[in-house]
């Protein structure tokens, strides 16, 4: 909830980082670290600011369908800046309860701060109709379809029905909680961080607070990893003493399960950026793996491997709900490009692999072209791989993340009385 104290300077971080996903398409998650007075913001302010940033991202739709109602005549395209400093001021109006003078006024300060003080009549006249108003005219509104764009919402009704597809974008208007991997005593650390433990295992926590400052973080006792993530690493069944490739390792998730396993796991990923990252995981964590900076389509182990685990780089609308600004980035154009890497990872899977190992392909995507189709491809273009159908026990029990191929196949929809999950799909394949 939005606190009247909070400072503009939070509003105008979070401004920035609005104006940063959607005018120069970086994710959230870049612009945040990348932004020069995000650090420097307190606490509380730094929290305040991005929850303003991806709660006007989660909700766009809604927040346009609103503004537009409430304006007597549209605003020219060159005024999207004051488009901006309205989302933010109704987002505050709509949705985190902030008290309406302080979301208007520090509005009306933000678009005079920025050059826009032509508009500042607009913005306060519009606001202060949204208080009045807003909430009723939110209410009203299909919000699942407002916020999901079309190319997503007709994707999605194809691949899995109108009301499997609705479940999916109503799961993406609320927040994602903390999920959590432990090394060791599941039961124990659920009961320091107070969380819940999910069917296969991992801890669940309400989000908010601070990770660094929970019981274990800095003994590296666990590590954040949603409940989906972690289901892959269970379909390569033991691995304990075996040799297993991590393809596009980073930032370590699954690298961690399989050494936290018994695996002598070597990772590769291109960015060296995002390996010294997973290098500093595992040092927290105690867990060591060899580290492989290179093209993982192209680079080739000295020995086969007995298991390799594709951890494919994708469109990622499977974690909307953690990541709002991927439904504004991704277009359908991305789709092509996307599954050519795929395919060419999962040839260099199959030649990285002993005779008779296997081979676990997963993305964090809802996106047909970029899960079964990928494997339907290979098998079908005489891929020397067969399916290995998952089993319910590998998943926790939960019969309903396997698909009719025998495929996992998470939806955001999936756990809907405990949090939810992220959407994700994976399939395990035997070399012939």
């Known amino acids: 909830m939005a606190d009247k104290k909070s400072p503009p300077l939070a509003r105008a971080v979070a401004l920035d980082l609005l104006e940063a996903v959607l005018r120069r398409g970086r994710p959230l998650d870049d612009a945040i670290p990348g932004h020069p007075g995000f650090a420097d913001l307190e606490v509380r302010d730094r929290a305040f600011a991005r929850l303003l940033a991806a709660t006007t991202l989660r909700r766009l739709g809604q927040i346009d369908a609103v503004i537009d109602a409430a304006l007597e005549r549209p605003l020219p395209g ?6 901006d400093i ?4 109704a987002v505050q109006l709509l949705f985190l309860d902030t008290p309406p003078h302080a979301a208007v006024a520090t509005a009306v300060d933000l678009a005079q701060a920025r050059k826009h003080g032509p508009h500042k009549k607009l913005v306060n006249a519009v606001l202060r109709r949204l208080g009045r108003q807003g909430r009723a005219l ?5 919000a699942a379809r407002l916020n999901t764009p079309d190319w997503l919402w007709e994707a999605w009704v194809k691949a899995y029905g109108e009301p499997t ?34 069917p296969a295992g991992s801890l669940r926590r309400p989000p908010g607070g601070t990770v660094t400052d929970l019981p274990g973080f800095g003994e590296g006792a666990w590590w954040v990893q949603d409940a989906a993530a972690a289901l892959p690493v269970n379909l390569l069944g033991g691995v304990s003493g075996r040799r297993v490739i991590d393809l596009c390792a980073a930032p370590g998730g699954k690298t961690a399960q399989l050494a936290n396993r018994g695996a002598f796991v070597t990772a590769v990923d291109r960015s060296e950026k995002r390996l010294a990252r997973l290098s500093e995981n595992l040092g927290r964590l105690s ?21 390799v685990l594709v951890d494919a780089p994708c469109s990622a609308t499977g974690t909307i709900r953690r990541h709002p600004d991927v439904a504004r980035l991704k277009k359908p154009d991305d789709m092509a490009k996307l599954t050519g890497v795929q395919d060419r990872l999962l040839t260099a899977a199959l030649e990285m692999t002993a005779p008779g190992g296997t081979i676990v392909y997963c993305s964090c995507s809802l996106q047909p072209q970029e899960g079964p189709e990928r494997i339907e491809s290979l098998i079908g273009a005489g891929g020397v791989a067969t399916r290995e159908p998952v089993k319910p026990t590998e998943v926790g029990g939960m019969k309903e993340l396997i698909s009719a191929e025998g495929d996992l196949r998470t939806l955001p929809c999936h756990l809907p009385e405990q949090g939810a999950m992220d959407g994700f799909y994976a399939a395990r394949l035997i070399k012939t």
């Open 78 to 83: 060159k005024a999207q800046g004051v488009r």
């Open 86 to 89: 309205l989302r933010l001021g």
């Open 138 to 142: 939110a209410e009203a509104q299909d």
């Open 165 to 198: 597809c609705r479940r999916i974008a109503e799961a993406h208007l609320s927040e994602a909680p903390l999920d959590i991997t432990v090394k060791e005593d599941a039961a124990g650390w659920a009961k320091k961080l107070d969380a819940r433990i999910l």
């Open 287 to 307: 867990l060591t793996a060899e580290l492989i900076a290179a093209d993982a389509a192209t680079w080739r182990p000295s020995q086969l491997a007995d298991m």
